[in-house]
């Protein structure tokens, strides 16, 4: 099944996501300004789009594999998730773990966005939980 993603470009500089090769899983987004990013710092990049996303999904905005590998740059909050309701332009953001400035210029790709469905749940407060062979065991709780 195929469902719509309606973008709205907020800027004359924006490129509609993209998926770079069929079967894809992220759609590609692009820078709409050039920004540095120096050593250890955190930058909100904007995209230029707002999006529509169909009903009973999400966008999370995920890393690209090429940035971090090469360069040390990656989504600071990955995978950030954009709402169903959220209208405003789409910003990622993007932390510099090199040593050197890191530079984006205007359509560059800078992170992919990928659209999953979400599920909602009733909250339900409960004095206890059923047992399970894990139980509480958390933190490194399988070994080395």
Known sequence: MV????????????ILPRYAHEGDAGLDLFA?????????EV???RTGIAIELPENTEAQIRPRSGLAYKHRVTVLNTPGTVDCGYRGEIEVILINHSDKVFTINA???IAQMVIKPVLTVNVKEV?????????KNGFGSTGN
Request: hydrophobic share 35%.
């Open 3 to 14: 469902l719509e993603l309606k973008v709205r470009l907020v800027n004359n500089e924006a």
């Open 43 to 45: 930058a909100r990049i």
């Open 107 to 109: 359509g560059d790709r």
């Open 32 to 40: 709409v300004e050039r920004q540095e990013i120096m050593p250890g």
């Open 127 to 135: 004095t206890t939980l059923s047992a399970t062979n894990r139980g």
